[in-house]
C-alpha cells in the first residue's frame, strides 16, 4: 500500500555514453580486486572451509574470480540449525516490514548494477546487455514479491455467515534450502530466495560452483537489507558432497531448486522420504529443463523470425532454459528461412563476452564445454551439418571453453538431438509439411517450457494457442527473456512441477494457510 504500481527494471540502453562507459570501468575495479578467498555466510558471520574451488572466467580459465570455501555436511548442519533458530522471530514479522526488507533489498541491485552485471561477464561469461537483464529481473522479482506479499498479508474474510468470523490467512512454512542454477546467477538466485524470505522462512542458499561469487553477492544485498542474523545463510557447496544432506535435512521445510531434470528428479524422490524427527512433509518447487521449439508457418515475416531463432538459440550461447533447440519450419518456406538463418549465423562475431561486439562467446566452464562437445558429435551424426563455426584462432589460443555454434537439419522426432535437452549452442532443424505436423513435432518431448511460433495466419495462431502446449508460449516472439509479471514463467511435464516465477500464485507454495473461524 503507498507503492507504486509494480513495472519492470528497463533493459540497457547502450545509445547513453555512460551506460557503455560503466561496464569496462566495472570490469577494471573488479579486475583490481578479485581472487581472493570466498567464505561462507551463516548465522551473520563469514564461515572458511580447508575444501574450496575456484570460480573462473569461462573465456580465459587462468584468470580466477574467487577461492570460494565449500561446505561440507557440518557447514551444512550449522547453516540449517541457524536458519531453524532464526524462524519463529522471522516468520511473526509482519508481512509488510518482510516486503520492505525486500524493497531495500532492490535498492541495493539498483545502486550497484554495473557492478553486478560486469561480475557475470567475467564470471560465467554473459553478454553485457544480457547481464544487465539479469540484475535487472533481480530487482523485478524483489519489488513484484513485496507486493505480492502485502497482498497475500492480509487475513482474508471467508463466506458471510451470520454470528461468525472465518479467516484465512498465510504463515511461512520453516528453512528454505534454496539450490539454484549459474545460467541466470543473480535473477534465478535472487527470485527463490527472496519468495522464501518475504514469507516468513529463514534461508539455506546454495549457489552453483560455476556462479559463487555472484551467488556471494546476495550476501552484501541482504546485509545492505538489515536482515536478521540466520536468515540468510549463503552456503555453497559440491552438490556430489552436501546436495543430498541438505536435501535429506529433516529441518528443512521446503526447498526451492531449479536447474537439470536429473537433479530435480533426485530431489524430488529423495525429499518424499521422512526422515527421524522429521515434523514436516517436505514442499519441493522444481524448475528444470526445455527442449524448446520455435515454429516457422509459411507466412512469417522472415525478417523478425530469423533474428528472433538466431537469439533465442545462440543468445549466451544458448544456455537458457528457455532456448529454442529445435526449428520446426513448414516446407513451403523452408528453404528460404534455413537459407537466411544459416547466412545470419555465420555473419555473427564469436569471442569473449567482455568484447560487445561478439554475439556468442565460451560456454560456462570445462564440463559444460565437454557436454555440449559430445552432443555437437551426436548432432553431426544424426543430422546433416548447416553451420560449424568455430571461434578464430587466436581466441581459441586463450585456452576459453569455446564449442562450436551448429546447426544440423534432417532431424526427426526421434533423433536424440530432438528429445535431449543440450544447453549450449546446438540448433536442430526439422520439416513440416504443414501446422498440424508442426505442432505434433512440437510437442513430442517429455519437456514443456517455452515455446514460439511466427505466423500471419489468424487461424493458425489461434491454433497453437490450443494446441502448442507449454508453460511460456510466445507468438510472433521469440522465447527467452521473460520478464517479472508479464511473462510468468514455468513450465510442466518434466520442465518441473510448481507455479510460475513472477507470477500470482507464487508465493503460495512458501506458504501453509491456516483458517481461524471465531463464533462471534
Ligand atoms: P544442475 O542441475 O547441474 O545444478 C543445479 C544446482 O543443483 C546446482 O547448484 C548444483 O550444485 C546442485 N546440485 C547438484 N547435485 C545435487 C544434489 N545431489 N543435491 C542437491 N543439489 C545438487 O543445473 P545447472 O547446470 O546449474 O543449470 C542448468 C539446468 O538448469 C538446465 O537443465 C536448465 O534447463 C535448467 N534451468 C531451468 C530453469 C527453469 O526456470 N525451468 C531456469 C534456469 C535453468
Excluded at 104 to 126: F, I, T
Excluded at 154 to 180: C, D, N, T, W
Aim: aromatic share 8%; hydrophobic share 40%; net charge negative.
Amino acid at each position: 500500500e503507498g507503492l507504486p504500481r509494480f513495472r519492470n527494471y528497463p533493459p540497457v540502453d547502450f545509445t547513453v555514453p555512460a551506460e557503455r562507459a560503466a561496464y569496462p570501468a566495472s570490469m577494471a575495479r573488479l579486475r583490481a580486486a578479485m581472487g581472493k578467498q570466498v567464505p561462507l555466510f551463516i548465522n551473520g558471520k563469514d564461515v572458511t572451509t580447508d575444501d574450496t574451488l575456484d570460480s573462473y572466467n569461462p573465456a580465459d580459465p587462468g584468470e580466477i574470480l574467487g577461492t570460494v570455501c565449500q561446505a561440507g555436511v557440518a557447514e551444512v548442519d550449522a547453516a540449517v540449525e541457524a536458519a531453524r533458530e532464526a524462524y519463529f522471530a522471522w516468520r511473526d514479522v509482519p508481512p509488510e516490514e518482510r516486503a520492505q526488507a525486500l524493497l531495500k533489498a532492490a535498492a541495493y541491485l539498483k545502486a550497484n548494477v554495473h557492478d553486478l552485471a560486469a561480475l557475470q561477464v567475467l564470471e560465467v561469461g554473459k553478454q553485457w546487455d544480457q547481464a544487465q537483464a539479469d540484475v535487472g529481473e533481480a530487482i523485478d522479482f524483489l519489488e513484484y514479491y513485496a507486493r505480492e506479499m502485502i497482498r497475500l498479508g492480509k487475513p482474508r474474510r471467508m463466506g458471510r455467515a451470520p454470528g461468525e468470523m472465518s479467516h484465512l490467512f498465510y504463515q511461512g512454512k520453516g528453512v528454505a534450502a534454496v539450490i539454484a542454477p549459474w545460467n541466470f546467477p543473480m535473477a534465478i538466485s535472487v527470485g527463490m530466495v527472496s519468495a522464501a524470505i518475504v514469507c516468513g522462512n529463514p534461508v539455506v542458499y546454495k549457489p552453483a560452483g560455476s556462479s559463487s561469487c555472484v551467488g556471494r553477492a546476495l550476501v552484501d544485498m541482504w546485509k545492505a537489507a538489515g536482515l536478521p542474523d540466520g536468515v540468510f545463510n549463503y552456503c555453497p557447496g559440491r552438490g556430489s558432497v552436501m546436495g543430498d544432506h541438505l536435501v535429506d535435512h529433516p529441518d528443512v521445510a521446503l526447498i526451492a531448486f531449479t536447474g537439470s531434470m536429473e537433479v530435480g528428479l533426485r530431489i524430488q524422490e529423495r525429499a518424499a522420504v521422512a526422515q527421524p524427527g522429521q515434523q514436516h512433509c517436505k514442499r519441493v518447487i522444481a524448475e528444470m529443463g526445455g527442449k524448446n521449439a520455435t515454429i516457422i508457418d509459411d507466412d512469417a515475416d522472415l525478417d523478425e523470425a530469423v533474428l528472433g531463432v538466431l537469439y533465442s538459440a545462440f543468445g549466451f550461447q544458448g544456455q537458457k532454459c528457455s532456448a529454442c533447440s529445435r526449428v520446426i519450419v513448414l516446407d513451403a518456406v523452408y528453404d528460404r528461412f534455413v537459407g537466411r538463418l544459416t547466412q545470419a549465423a555465420k555473419s555473427i562475431k564469436l569471442g569473449p563476452a567482455e568484447n560487445p561486439a561478439n554475439y556468442m562467446g565460451p560456454v560456462v566452464d570445462k564440463a559444460a564445454q565437454e557436454n555440449v562437445l559430445r552432443y555437437v558429435k551426436i548432432a553431426e551424426e544424426e543430422g546433416r551439418v548447416l553451420v560449424k563455426r568455430s571461434v578464430s584462432d587466436d581466441v581459441k589460443a586463450t585456452g576459453g571453453c569455446y564449442v562450436p555454434l551448429t546447426i544440423v537439419e534432417n532431424i526427426t522426432k526421434e533423433h536424440r538431438i530432438a528429445q535431449e535437452e543440450v544447453f549450449g549452442p546446438v540448433l536442430a532443424v526439422m520439416r513440416a509439411k504443414d501446422m498440424d505436423e508442426a505442432i505434433d513435432i512440437a510437442n513430442s518431448t517429455r519437456f514443456a517450457l517455452t515455446g514460439a511460433v511466427y505466423s500471419r495466419s489468424p487461424h493458425h495462431l489461434e491454433q497453437v494457442y490450443r494446441d502448442f502446449r507449454v508453460g511460456n508460449l510466445y507468438l510472433n516472439k521469440h522465447s527467452v527473456g521473460a520478464l517479472v509479471e508479464r511473462h510468468a514463467f514455468g513450465g510442466f511435464k518434466m520442465s518441473g512441477v510448481g507455479s510460475k516465477s513472477g507470477g500470482p500464485d507464487y508465493l503460495l507454495q512458501f506458504m501453509d494457510p491456516r483458517l481461524v473461524c471465531e463464533n462471534t
